[in-house]
């Protein structure tokens, strides 16, 4: 059986298709399984001993039709759109496989064979909702860890970026204060303050951060009166989840490197703004820590509504640094 998974873009949730590939791979060993994500997000798939082609799709270089032409070439039995948007739809439509899975979304449901209704959904966390598409392959499989495979030469260039940087294993925390989403950002200048308050309990911090993003990283370093080391620009993100491998735990907002840090093993704690905690906190791993703050218009929350997100912007420093100690 020749299989393709499709997640074209958002990182974090490619993360999330992890364990769907995982469980797919250990339910139909001799089968070929190819994976189409855009770049960069197929640097999280390398070394994973589950995927047997990674296909790359740069949407600024890569011409459509080239894209669909050779998901036709490959002829494959079986696609599953965990995407679920306009374009991996019309993907999943066009590979002319015989099954094809999604989400039973309007009118995007029409280009699959088979498709789940998110009302039978029984799961909240991402991962688990993912996992559930796998079940019009007879797979049922409860272990929703996400994972990256870093290998020895990655790990030890972070050891070295550490030594070069005079800080030891476990004796620092990372903090990543950014977000592609105004929603989920938490005041950069308040992240300064944490930064004081964990350098003050002898911890070191080193800022994570992203393409384009620098100048957030810079901020919130200056706000803590550059206490805190930065990543070198441009670091891939294999480098970083790397670093994040030895940090003593993750801060920060709600965005991919959270969910690297899960998918590394250590231990998080996140600021949620309007969009719940539940729905990107594993509910097995039992060192996943977040803060929410509950007003009154969130039991009704409509985030294209909202002009202030009081939810996160009115979270205070003290409240976070109570709930960490």
Known sequence: MKTLFIQLRRIGDVLMTTPAIRAFKKKYPDSELHYLTEIPADELLMNNPYIDKIIKYNPYYNRFKNLIKEIQKNKYDVVIDFFGNPRSSWLAFLSTAKKRIGFDYRLRKLAYTHRLKLKNIHRVYSAGIKLHLLEFLDICDDDIGIEIYLNNKELDRAKNWLTNHNIAEQEFCVISPVSRKDYKRWQLEKYGEIIKYLISKNLKTVIIYGPSEIYEALSVNGYS????????????????????????????????????????????????????????????????????????????????????????????????????E
């Open 225 to 324: 009166n550059d206490k805190a080391v930065l990543i070198d620009d441009g670091m891939s993100l294999r480098e970083v989840a790397s670093i994040i491998k030895f940090a003593r735990f993750y801060l920060g907002n709600d965005n991919v490197h959270k969910h690297i840090a899960r998918a590394v093993g250590i231990p998080t704690f996140t600021i949620f703004g309007p969009v719940g905690a539940l729905s990107w906190t594993d509910p097995v791993f039992p060192i996943q820590y977040y803060f929410e703050k509950y007003i009154k218009c969130r039991k009704k929350c409509n985030i294209n509504k909202c002009k202030d997100y009081k939810c996160i912007k009115e979270v205070e420093v003290a409240e976070v640094i109570q709930r960490l």
